[in-house]
């Protein structure tokens, strides 16, 4: 975790596609709060540039029905990115309003910045039955796997570290410095991938798209037709 402090007061961040239920309070940020009955809820993590994006994008294509939880984070938005859509770009001190006000799940800094996932919108998806998709680095999948020890936590590997590099390099969007940070963390966070129930190398896109799929539905129904939109 960073160096946020206590608890001063309660803040709220409004999800615009939500409504708060009048008598809702803020929620114990270490308690679980998603009934275990509802639907499945997946952590996906792996080093940055791995794939992720673009193996989650195939996955809703074929399963529209999997919902992915959209995080708030204090990074900029890079191109083509919208607000409340790939994620809902705050302030540090909206974040930090956040985080003591006991709105996000799990958050963590990566890079420089911080990225939470806001709890309320994921327990209405979990409550509605739906399979719901955490794509999160390794901090925020160790504190989800203490509150809701239940989610399946799936670790994406590169198949090799030359590989991840040049897709970080390829991608142009960072500074020398964040490439650099970025290539550290991925270090760090393949090293504990033996925490996670799963792995997935992502070598060839398609296998990589059928092994999650296997994964997620297991193996009988992965082999069936995708659902239609
Ligand atoms: P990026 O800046 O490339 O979009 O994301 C950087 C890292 O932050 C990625 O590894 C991504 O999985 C992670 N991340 C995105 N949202 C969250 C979140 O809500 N919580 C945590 N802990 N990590 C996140």
Redesign the pocket.
């Known amino acids: 975790m960073g160096s946020l402090g206590r608890p001063t007061g309660r803040h709220y961040v409004q999800f615009p596609e939500l409504t708060m239920p009048s008598t809702s309070v803020p929620l114990d940020s270490k308690a679980a709060s998603i009934p275990q009955s509802s639907g499945q809820l997946i952590v996906f ?1 792996g080093p ?1 540039a791995v794939g ?1 994006g673009t193996l989650l994008r195939r996955l809703l294509e074929r399963h529209p029905d999997i919902q992915l939880s959209i ?1 708030a ?1 204090t ?1 900029q938005p890079r191109p083509g990115e919208e607000d409340g859509k790939h994620y809902y770009f705050v302030s540090r001190s909206e974040f930090e309003a956040m985080v003591q006000s006991g709105q996000l799940l ?3 800094e ?2 420089g ?1 911080c ?3 806001p709890r309320q919108p994921l327990d209405a998806m979990v409550a509605h039955g739906h399979t719901v998709i955490l ?3 390794l ?2 999948a160790r504190q989800v796997r203490t509150t809701l020890p239940t989610a399946h936590q799936i670790f994406v590997l590169p198949p090799n570290m030359e590989a991840l590099e040049s897709r970080i390099r390829q991608r142009g969007q960072d500074s020398e410095d964040a490439i650099a940070k970025r290539l550290a963390r991925a270090q760090i966070e393949i090293a504990a991938a033996d925490e996670f129930d799963s792995h997935i190398i992502n070598d060839d896109l398609d296998q990589a798209v059928a092994d999650l799929e296997r994964l997620i539905f297991g193996a009988q129904d992965a082999s069936e037709e995708p659902e239609k939109p």
């Open positions: 993590t940055s992720k995080s984070t990074r799990e958050w963590a990566f890079a910045n990225y939470g996932t794509e999160i680095e901090e925020g």
